[in-house]
Nanobody, 123 residues
């Protein structure tokens, strides 16, 4: 499975972006998909994940209530709608796919990783 994340950009505080993660090579309908981010000088952190059926969904405390993850299996795409963005959300965002459970996803143990997309939130 090849994953390609897109949709990043530069926005002001309070703005919105929608990231997309498109899979190619084979369907990833049997994979859970996670979004992770890494800010300069910081470790990669879990942001959100979605089960292969579209449920369950999980969010880190820092994005809960502001970000929404969803998937469109017909399009082999997972989305991350990001609202009320803050400068602290600035990072490179990566999507990844896993056949494992949430415990392994939280640890960042994924089967496939895509290249990241840069999100920059200005104050």
């Amino acid at each position: 499975v090849q994953l390609q994340a897109s949709g990043g950009g530069l926005v002001q505080t309070g703005g919105s972006l929608r990231l997309s993660c498109v899979a190619s090579g084979r369907t990833f309908s049997s994979y859970a998909v996670g979004w992770f981010r890494q800010a300069p000088g910081k470790e990669r952190e879990f942001v959100s994940s979605i089960g292969y059926t579209g449920r369950p969904t999980y969010y880190s405390d820092s994005v809960k209530g502001r970000f929404t993850i969803s998937r469109d299996s017909a399009k082999n795409t997972v989305y991350l709608q990001m609202n009320a963005l803050r400068p602290g959300d600035t990072a490179v965002y990566y999507c990844a796919a896993s056949t494992g459970g949430q415990a392994t996803i939280l640890k960042g143990v994924m089967d496939f990783w895509g290249k990241g997309t840069q999100v920059t939130v200005s104050s």
